[in-house]
């Protein structure tokens, strides 16, 4: 889009206000508002300075002291959002604003090797050095709530109102009580490009999962991005609070990220390059292949969180294992394959909580570790994923911590700056939850030791 096109998408819309922003290493879309006319003639030509702190602090602004690119030794000097018009758009839950998401650039204009969104887009043109194009379509889960902020954070986060009562997964008279809300998240992403497929209750008590449309995977990684802001804006409109957490509750259901993924050839244009004459091709062998071997190393960057680890248990609906099978959801990669159109593979392992330019970095870095080096699958799994042995996933961040340093693919892939500083903040993110005392040890251990 053009600045001229840009204009006339603010006239036409009425655009008073503009946000501009950038994903943080936790997917968190930090940033600015300003007025329209100064994102046109200031922030268009010569972006805007925001400082290196920006990559420097924990999800809760806890200034992380482990960093080589973010510290005190750095005088947090300042980096620069430069918008990527392709993004910009009317947001209809907030009329007369627009969002535009940037990518971030050193003030000599060098990359910032740590951005995620950075990192995403040279997976996409390591793929496209090869001949190959990623798309992918995105399932999230997440939990709506009749709280607020406010009443949430006074309970200490328990005991919350669910938005329905009971589960109710796939009830159409549960979800019909809810389609004041959904039906708002619904329509609003649709007139603000973010196309929706399908929405459903899940397997908690408010739980909800809507489906958006698959597309190029730097498209799909804005679009999430996005989208959860706005999912929890229109929430907070409808009375109500919304919550990605991989696991809200220790009895209620997990909330994942379910990745649908394909991928087409130069060479053929248009064609499903993991469908071959009448089945899966080559191609889509060794990308499964590749995300199976890498998949314990890349565990850290599809289950980001100390509480990721709490959604993936045994049937639970969530891997934990690195198998794959044929339209087998106990599988942490299930290959959906009828017929060309709608041949993909689905990863499973990712949470709600994932960032998604690096869960989607991870599974393009994967698919190409497994195109370059002609892996081929093991045999799928047929039955219960649980009940079988094999490569076993992670079950704690410190144990994916150790898969991530000890392995041999994120480094060729990410970079040793990438990979350097997103280990520090996963560390620092493990020796915070070390420290803390919880609400299980004071019950179980108060009065008893």
């Not at 190029?216 to 991005?225: E, F, G, P, S």
């Not at 299980?440 to 251990?445: A, F, Q």
Request: with cysteine; glycine share 8%.
């Amino acid at each position: 889009m053009s600045i001229d096109d840009v204009r006339d998408m603010f006239e036409r819309h009425q655009i008073r206000t503009v946000q501009f922003g950038l994903p943080d290493i936790d997917g968190v879309v930090r940033g600015k508002f300003v007025p329209a006319d100064f994102f046109l003639n200031s922030i268009v030509p010569r972006g805007s300075s925001i400082p290196n702190i920006i990559f420097g602090w924990d999800i809760e602004d806890t200034l992380m002291q482990c960093l080589d690119f973010s510290g005190w030794q750095t005088g947090y000097s300042d980096v620069i959002l430069t918008p990527d018009l392709s993004t910009i758009r009317p947001i209809p839950w907030e009329p007369g604003q627009a969002v535009v998401l940037c990518d971030v650039v050193n003030t000599d204009g060098s990359s910032v090797d740590v951005a995620p969104r950075t990192v995403l887009k040279r997976q996409i043109e390591r793929a496209a050095a090869l001949g190959y194009s990623f798309t992918a379509g995105y399932e999230l889960e997440f939990y709506l709530y009749r709280e607020t902020s406010e009443s949430a954070a006074a309970k200490g986060y328990r005991n919350l109102r669910p938005a329905t009562p009971g589960v109710a997964t796939f009830n159409l008279h549960r979800a019909a009580g809810l389609e004041d809300v959904i039906g708002a998240i619904r329509e609003g992403m649709r007139a603000c490009d973010i196309p929706v497929l399908a929405s459903n209750t899940e397997y908690g008590a408010g739980q909800v999962e809507i489906n958006i449309e698959h597309g190029d995977v730097l498209t799909t990684a804005d679009r999430v991005a996005i989208y959860k802001n706005g999912v929890r804006r229109i929430a907070e409109q409808h009375g109500l609070l919304a919550s990605f957490m991989a696991k809200v509750d220790t009895d209620s259901a997990g909330s994942s990220a379910h990745i649908h993924q394909s991928l087409s050839s130069t060479a053929e244009p248009g064609r499903n390059a993991m469908w071959d004459d009448d089945g899966p091709s080559a191609i889509m062998r060794h990308v499964l292949a590749g995300q199976l071997a890498t998949m314990r190393e890349f565990t850290a960057l599809y289950c980001p969180t100390i509480n990721s680890y709490k959604r993936r248990v045994p049937g639970s609906w969530s891997p934990v294992s690195a198998a794959w099978g044929t339209d087998n959801r106990t599988a942490a990669l299930r290959v959906i394959a009828h017929d060309e159109s709608s041949c993909r593979m689905e990863n499973r392992l990712p949470g709600a909580d994932a960032n998604p330019y690096l869960a989607l970095a991870a599974c393009v870095a994967s698919s190409l570790y497994g195109i370059e080096n002609e892996l081929e699958p093991p045999e799928a799994v047929v039955g219960n994923a649980y009940d079988q042995t094999g490569s076993q996933l992670p079950t704690s961040l410190a144990e994916a911590l150790a898969a991530l340093s000890e392995g041999t693919a994120a480094r060729p892939a990410f970079g040793d700056a990438f990979v350097d500083h997103y280990a520090s903040t996963r560390q620092w993110e493990r020796d915070r939850h070390r420290e803390a005392v919880g609400d299980w040890e004071l019950k179980r251990y108060f009065e008893r030791v």
